[in-house]
């Protein structure tokens, strides 16, 4: 039996416990409004009164039955992505065979239009203009071909960055010394110490230093919430600073959206790279270029893809993209929208803390993001005194997992040296970072005997 593209959606043949939508693929941005909007209503018997307070315990359990994880392990290591709620999985497995059955017959006469819809979605989540955003494989792939293409730089231009900034984007712009004779400058964030907690104004002022040091800085890479520490900078003010001096701004915010609070246009950055697959929980391969349409022609087309083209989709391409991913897009920004960010960033915050707190007053331990609300989400990483080593870190990680049954991941980058990142996710429980706290404080008194 042969299903058209209308009848198999609408059959519910693979549905497994899918959200079934209106009896057809949705084409356009209203129709695919309709569709996570109708995705949401259905979610209504699966997920409680919402919002939640960070500390009701019995609510965020309701929400963790719609997460199949494993058993094998305490995961506290859920930055890397974020896994999709089982009621996105369903629909990513639809509509995965709804593509392999349907095939190029679909992908040459209708993804195009699909991809248009999917993409307006996008943009109305983000509060952006749809011609400013492009569909990427991830943030990583988005601020690759930012960096690369930012045609402004001239020989012997400052292109400055941090330690504290993603490895394959302190990588990017290194490169663009081979590419535009650029003059790469590496900075060094300062460190908190039991003394002195690192503060919005301590980074402000370590960005007017920097720029001050660097007059001659053209491009200037900032992460909104980075990977290797988990700490905010006030993004906004940073790049007032930088734009007063003649300098661009590309900002990674690959952790952001679906974390903490996040607009777009408030952090007045003209070029940034956001993830789907993390917090927002989109399929793995889900991530947005943005770029401020009146800065578009300052980002070369792709490879010399469609010269003099001014749209933003010509400043990327990925090849054959997954279409499945992308168009579960819209069922997971419904999912992610009926629990909402601020409720998510409370939780998050409230399972930080719960570790962090005793977590700080144990001999031997750094703490490496401060508590100011404004300035850290869920991502919180910590250093044993003088366990700076790769090799060290490596075997501290290993030692959660096989002493405690904790994951956690080891992080080079930061210049004072490893580090050790807990992130807990919606899905976990007091009792997972509690079951942290008493492994953090068996090997503080063990004298790092691992």
Not at 249 to 257: E, G, K, N, R, Y
Not at 346 to 369: H, N, Q, S
Not at 375 to 403: E, I, P, Q, W, Y
Request: with cysteine; proline share 4%.
């Amino acid at each position: 039996m042969t299903f058209s593209r209308r009848q198999f959606l609408g059959s519910g043949l693979l549905a497994g416990g899918a959200i079934a939508f209106a009896g057809v693929l949705p084409a356009n941005a209203r129709e695919w409004d309709d569709y996570s909007a109708h995705f949401v209503r259905d979610l209504d018997s699966s997920l409680p009164n919402i919002p939640l307070r960070p500390d009701d315990e019995a609510g965020w359990k309701a929400v963790a039955k719609n997460y199949s994880v494993t058993s094998k392990i305490t995961n506290l290591e859920n930055a890397y992505w974020g896994i999709m709620a089982r009621p996105v999985l369903d629909e990513y497995k639809r509509l995965t065979e709804f593509v392999n059955l349907e095939n190029t017959h679909f992908a040459r006469l209708k993804y195009s239009e699909t991809y248009t819809g999917i993409r307006e979605t996008v943009a109305t989540f983000l509060n952006v203009g749809a011609d400013e955003i492009a569909l990427t494989r991830g943030a990583t792939e988005a601020l690759q071909a930012l960096i690369s293409g930012y045609n402004k730089l001239k020989p012997g231009d400052t292109v400055l960055y941090a330690d504290l900034d993603y490895g394959e984007m302190k990588t990017a712009m290194r490169w663009l010394r081979e590419r535009r004779g650029a003059k790469p400058v590496k900075v060094t964030f300062p460190e908190p110490t039991a003394d002195e907690p690192l503060t919005e104004a301590k980074i402000l002022a370590f960005y007017e230093k920097a720029l001050s040091d660097n007059p001659g800085t053209k491009l200037l890479l900032l992460t909104h919430l980075n990977n290797l520490t988990g700490m905010i900078i006030p993004v906004a003010r940073i790049a007032k600073m930088a734009k007063a001096r003649g300098a661009a701004v590309i900002l990674d915010a690959a952790h952001s959206v679906g974390q903490v609070h996040f607009d777009l246009k408030e952090l007045g950055c003209d070029f940034v790279g956001v993830n789907l697959h993390k917090w927002v929980g989109a399929p793995i391969g889900c991530g947005v270029m943005y770029i401020n349409k009146a800065r578009v022609d300052d980002i070369d087309t792709y490879m010399l893809k469609s010269p003099g083209s001014n749209a933003v989709t010509d400043r990327i391409d990925t090849g054959t993209l997954n279409f499945a991913a992308h168009m579960a897009i819209p069922a997971a920004i419904g999912f992610h929208k009926k629990i909402g960010t601020a409720a998510k960033q409370g939780r998050l915050r409230y399972l930080r803390d719960l570790w962090v707190e005793p977590a700080r007053k144990l001999k031997g331990l750094t703490i490496l993001t401060p508590d100011d609300s404004k300035m850290v989400g869920a991502l919180t990483s910590f250093r044993l005194d003088g366990v700076v080593t790769t090799k060290a870190n490596d075997a501290l990680m290993k030692h959660l997992l096989d002493k405690f049954g904790i994951l956690t991941v080891r992080r080079t980058g930061p210049d004072a040296g490893d580090c050790i990142r807990v992130t807990p996710s919606i899905y976990s429980s007091r009792n997972d970072v509690e079951k942290l706290v008493r492994a953090l404080k068996t090997i503080t008194e063990s004298g790092h005997s691992w």
